[in-house]
């Protein structure tokens, strides 16, 4: 394991570093004090264990059965510090927001205020059961409706269903409101229309809820073809799935009209909101003609995600769907008393056609409490201000880089939150891989790499708002001289990275046939 041929490392320096990380290989395979990490059941014996545990009783009657355990039970055993250095080590090879830039275009990786973090942890937030009784967490359910309300007003909109867990999954609520609303009306159309630069959820959203998917092509400014758009309506068409700002990075200015056509066609506009903090205090979706469109609190308004989880996204409604909003909800009635609506109490409150549920309980408290705090400690100025320097310092980066960098759209005008390049003018052999791996030897997080699919070798960059000048400046040095060594031809690209813990991965074996369970070789 600790063999220096084993760990990846290559002696051989990028161009214009020698002598900076150069050097022999070493005996241990650490690198000064990076320290090579073995499996926990590599290093961990089963002899060993951190506490002191009573010796079981072996005359106590067996109530277990057949199902009791025959052989050891095989976890490895540590020492208390051996554990925490153990996690430690593997803590200090993990990237993260808190380290350094994070591009990641589409994702939003901006930095989490300690604020929210702090009041995310508020006892009254973070230690309440979701079945304690409604009138001993009137706090809690007050942060609910106060972001519901605060949710509906920044997007124009009539109504919010808060439980989603995630933006997906809040696609999929939109989805089954609008064909909530299609069946109410004893009408089964089966088609939902996506465009081409659509975030891969759009589609399978729509699949997984029992729609046909159709393609609907950009033009040549990377934008929605309105007239094909236009041209495929009809009575068979339940919604068209639109992204706006759209995964090009560019504002869809023919939104209203878009809306129009639909809703004169019958069908529904369902907006992916993912983007909304490009926009948020300055466009109003309800004001676009958007029927649902769901927003990713954990990007639009901070609220750490990444790695799975977890996430929150609410989805708000028009007046046309709200009708048809998932349970439960909250509702506050003149005594000032917050209600958590549930099929029991529906129909008080006047919700009789709700298609179902989406989760077991009400959603993410801890992502709600950041949302909230975020909100509030920016005000509305502040919110305003988020997506104006989120987008100017995207089209820094876009204007930047143009010259180096195949930059498809950068002719129509500015960009939204994210700037798109393309990988034409590479050297042969060399592609955007190769440039995202040698940003990792500069000590970058690699921007999206192929997405949107409309682009060849598609990188999507997004600083956010989060990133001061110096940073972007940084990072657009480095960015600048890996592109201009993909346009050289630069070999050592293709080797790249040379100074992380591993070099390159079989990435497509790691996703489709990951090992999950230790295996002892012996
Ligand atoms: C992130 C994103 C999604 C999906 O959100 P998740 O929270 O990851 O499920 C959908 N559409 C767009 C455009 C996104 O950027």
Redesign the pocket.
């Known amino acids: 394991m600790n063999a220096p041929n084993k760990s990846g490392w290559k002696p051989t320096a990028p161009a214009g570093s020698e002598g900076k990380f150069g050097g022999p290989p070493t005996t241990t395979g650490n690198k000064a004090l990076m320290l090579e990490e073995k499996l926990i059941f590599e290093i961990g014996t089963p002899d060993t264990t951190g506490v002191d545990l009573p010796e079981v009783d072996d005359s106590a009657p067996n109530k277990l059965g057949g199902m009791r355990r025959d052989a050891e039970i095989g976890l490895p055993g540590l020492s208390e510090p051996e554990t925490v250095r153990h996690y430690t080590r593997l803590s200090r090879q993990n990237y993260g927001i808190d380290l350094g830039f994070f591009p990641l275009g589409?994702?939003t990786m901006k930095h989490n205020p300690r604020l929210n973090e702090k009041v995310a942890r508020m006892p009254g937030f973070a230690d309440v059961h979701p079945l304690q009784p409604v009138d001993t967490v009137q706090g809690a359910l007050g942060v609910i409706n106060e972001l519901a309300h605060w949710l509906i007003t920044l997007t124009g909109m009539h109504g919010v269903a808060m439980s989603p867990k995630?933006?997906?999954?809040g696609e999929l609520c939109g989805i089954l409101c609008i064909r909530a609303a299609l069946e109410a009306r004893g009408d089964a159309r089966k088609v939902v229309l996506v465009p081409e630069s659509a975030?891969g959820?759009n589609p399978a959203t729509a699949a997984f809820a029992g729609y046909a998917v159709e393609d609907i092509p950009a033009n040549s400014d990377g934008r929605v073809d309105l007239e094909a758009l236009k041209a495929r309506l009809g009575p068979d068409v339940a919604a068209v799935m639109i992204?706006n700002p759209n995964?090009c990075g560019l504002f869809e200015p023919d939104l209203r009209e878009i809306s129009d056509a639909v809703h004169a066609a019958g069908g529904f506009v369902y907006c992916?909101g993912?983007?909304f903090n490009a926009i948020v205090g300055r466009v109003r979706p309800g004001d676009l003609g958007v029927d649902a469109m769901h927003i990713?609190l954990?990007?639009t308004f901070s609220t750490p995600h990444g790695g799975g989880g977890p996430?929150s996204?609410p989805v708000v409604l028009s007046e046309a769907l709200s009708p048809f909003g998932p349970l439960p909800f909250t509702a506050r009635t003149d005594d000032g008393v917050i209600h958590l609506v549930e099929e029991e109490t529906a129909s008080e409150f006047g919700h009789t056609k709700a298609f179902g549920r989406m989760t077991a309980f009400h959603g993410q408290m801890g992502m709600y409490t950041r949302a909230l705090t975020y909100m509030l400690s920016h005000g509305a100025d502040g919110l305003k201000q988020v997506s104006e320097d989120a987008v100017l310092n995207a089209n820094y980066i876009l204007r930047s880089m143009e010259d180096v960098l195949h930059a498809p759209y950068a002719h129509s005008g500015p960009c939204m939150h994210e700037a798109l390049f393309g990988d034409k003018g590479f050297a042969e052999g060399l592609s955007t891989i190769d440039l995202a791996k040698g940003l990792i030897d500069e000590g970058y997080h690699p921007m999206t790499m192929y997405f949107p699919l409309v682009v060849h070798g598609a990188m999507l960059v997004e600083p956010t708002e989060t990133e001061s000048k110096a940073t972007i400046d940084q990072f657009i040095t480095a960015f600048r001289s890996v592109a201009e060594r993909a346009k050289a031809g630069d070999e050592l690209l293709k080797t790249a990275p040379h100074y992380a813990p591993r070099s390159r991965l079989d990435e497509t074996l790691a996703a489709r046939k990951p090992v999950l369970a230790y295996v002892d070789p012996e």
Do not use: V
């Not at 995630?166 to 999954?169: D, L, N």
């Open positions: 589409s994702c995630a933006g997906a999954h975030h959820t992204t995964t992916d993912a983007n990713n954990h990007k996430g996204g």
